[in-house]
């Protein structure tokens, strides 16, 4: 199989390539590959999403610190409640690619 060739110099570009493999390190768990695809239709607050992921809270703090961490996500804290969206729009690019089916 033949691929087209990326017309750019970024795969000698050691900084773009550390940025971008943190990313991709912090995306590499189920978990948080699934907060990411719930997020993708807007902010949503704590309880919602570890409700929705059918995980003990603790775990899901901890995704969520691992993607608020690396600039993935974003919160507002609204009171005592804190609400998570995704702030790096190529998390949820890469997020999208990933549930395109191979051709």
Request: with cysteine; net charge neutral; hydrophobic share 40%.
């Given at each position: 199989?033949?691929?087209?060739?990326?017309?750019?110099?970024?795969?000698?570009?050691?900084?773009?390539?550390?940025?971008?493999?943190?990313?991709?390190?912090?995306?590499?768990?189920?978990?948080?590959?699934?907060?990411?695809?719930?997020?993708?239709?807007?902010?949503?607050?704590?309880?919602?999403?570890?409700?929705?992921?059918?995980?003990?809270?603790?775990?899901?703090?901890?995704?969520?610190?691992?993607?608020?961490?690396?600039?993935?996500?974003?919160?507002?804290?609204?009171?005592?409640?804190?609400c998570?969206y995704?702030?790096?729009?190529?998390?949820?690019?890469?997020?999208?690619?990933?549930?395109?089916?191979?051709?």
């Open positions: 199989m033949e691929y087209e060739a990326i017309e750019n110099e970024k795969w000698q570009d050691e900084e773009f390539l550390e940025e971008n493999a943190d990313l991709l390190k912090a995306l590499a768990h189920p978990s948080r590959l699934k907060i990411i695809g719930f997020l993708s239709s807007g902010k949503k607050c704590v309880k919602h999403i570890w409700e929705a992921l059918d995980l003990p809270q603790p775990n899901v703090s901890q995704h969520l610190s691992v993607l608020r961490n690396k600039g993935i996500l974003g919160y507002k804290r609204e009171g005592s409640i804190v998570y995704i702030k790096n729009k190529k998390a949820l690019e890469i997020y999208k690619l990933l549930l395109k089916e191979d051709k």
